[in-house]
């Protein structure tokens, strides 16, 4: 297979899986010569990482005022992260686990184009893994060579060009990061807590910088002149 394809092809894939997948198909194919065991467990790392390249097409993220980037899975109710229920996540929109803020609340609900999107990243996985060895050598090592170079080259065409057309609009987890898809998230000044604490505190303060009520003075006493009486002369 050209590498030109497979570099295209594996840019549409999370990143490094299909080298992970790569590294460890020897391993598990006994470099191509399989018997019913080596079938198996290969069969099974197809599985694993049909599943994660799925489910990874299913992610999005957000980016906050700060900094911070939150992942997360996008489903019926918003994006999901269990890192959004923590009191330290001070986020505008936040649903419990369920972040669907910002200018567009559909944006993290699941949609059609997830789905088409997640089945042709499978698709492209499974062009790459399944038409390169040793996975032919183990499978169907009779396959032609034409079509063992051909297919690939169909898929990435085709995929090519669906993706060309029609972008994915996720930042998931394992894919690059293009600017305009993240949305920028506010963060919120203050929780109840803190404003509670901080007005308590104000109270106190104001008291303590209030001068304090001098006591009453105590009247005093004029000075008694002392006269002498008169004495008859």
Same mark, same amino acid.
Request: aromatic share 10%.
């Given at each position: 297979m050209?590498?030109n394809v497979?570099?295209?092809?594996a840019?549409l894939?999370?990143?490094?899986?299909?080298l992970?997948f790569?590294?460890?198909?020897?391993?598990?194919t006994?470099? #191509?010569?399989c018997?019913?065991t080596?079938?198996?467990m290969?069969?099974?790392l197809?599985?694993?990482?049909?599943i994660i390249?799925w489910?990874?097409?299913?992610?999005?993220?957000?980016n906050?005022?700060?900094?911070?980037?939150?992942? !997360?899975?996008?489903?019926?109710? #918003?994006?999901?992260?269990?890192?959004?229920?923590?009191?330290?996540?001070?986020?505008?929109g936040?649903?419990g686990y369920?972040?669907?803020?910002?200018s567009?609340?559909?944006?993290?609900?699941?949609n059609?184009?997830?789905?088409?999107? !997640?089945?042709?990243?499978?698709?492209?996985f499974?062009?790459?893994?399944?038409?390169t060895?040793?996975i032919t050598?183990?499978?169907?090592p009779?396959?032609?060579?034409?079509v063992?170079?051909?297919a690939p080259?169909?898929?990435?065409?085709?995929v #090519?060009?669906?993706?060309?057309?029609?972008?994915?609009?996720?930042?998931?987890? #394992?894919?690059?990061?293009?600017?305009?898809r993240?949305?920028?998230?506010?963060?919120?000044?203050?929780?109840?807590?803190?404003i509670?604490?901080k007005?308590?505190?104000?109270?106190?303060?104001?008291?303590?910088?209030?001068?304090?009520?001098s006591?009453k003075?105590?009247?005093?006493?004029?000075p008694?002149?002392l006269?002498?009486p008169?004495?008859?002369?």
């Open positions: 050209s590498s497979v570099s295209n092809l840019n894939l999370p990143t490094g899986s299909y992970a790569q590294t460890m198909a020897p391993l598990f006994n470099n #191509g010569e018997g019913s080596e079938k198996i290969t069969a099974i197809l599985l694993i990482f049909a390249c489910t990874l097409s299913f992610t999005d993220s957000i906050t005022e700060g900094g911070q980037v939150y992942y !997360g899975l996008v489903t019926h109710r #918003g994006l999901f992260n269990p890192q959004f229920a923590s009191a330290n996540t001070k986020l505008e936040l649903d369920f972040y669907r803020g910002g567009d609340p559909n944006k993290y609900i699941v059609t184009f997830d789905m088409i999107n !997640g089945f042709l990243v499978v698709i492209t499974a062009s790459l893994s399944m038409l060895a040793p050598t183990c499978y169907y009779t396959i032609p060579n034409t063992a170079k051909c080259i169909l898929v990435a065409l085709v #090519g060009m669906y993706f060309a057309f029609a972008p994915p609009a996720r930042n998931g987890v #394992g894919f690059a990061i293009i600017n305009g993240t949305e920028l998230v506010k963060e919120m000044d203050e929780s109840p807590k803190n509670s604490a007005l308590l505190l104000t109270k106190g303060d104001s008291k303590e910088s209030s001068p304090s009520s006591p003075s105590q009247p005093t006493a004029s008694r002149l006269t002498r008169k004495v008859p002369v």
